[in-house]
């Protein structure tokens, strides 16, 4: 992961929260999207074809 999609990724995070604290569901929602398809991205390992 670049240091720009960690920054990315913590930013979101960030704003999911925020919004989740002032009551925004929808907004908190179309945040947290990206947010769990980035950790499918990286927690599953991705086998090389020899």
Do not use: D, G, R, W
């Not at 990315?8 to 929602?29: C, E, K, W």
């Amino acid at each position: 992961m670049s240091n720009t999609e960690c920054l990315a990724y913590v930013a979101l995070f960030i704003l999911a929260i925020a919004l989740l604290l002032t009551n925004h569901l929808i907004l908190a929602t179309v945040a947290i999207v990206p947010l769990v398809l980035t950790s499918f991205k990286y927690s599953f390992s991705q086998q090389k074809k020899a």
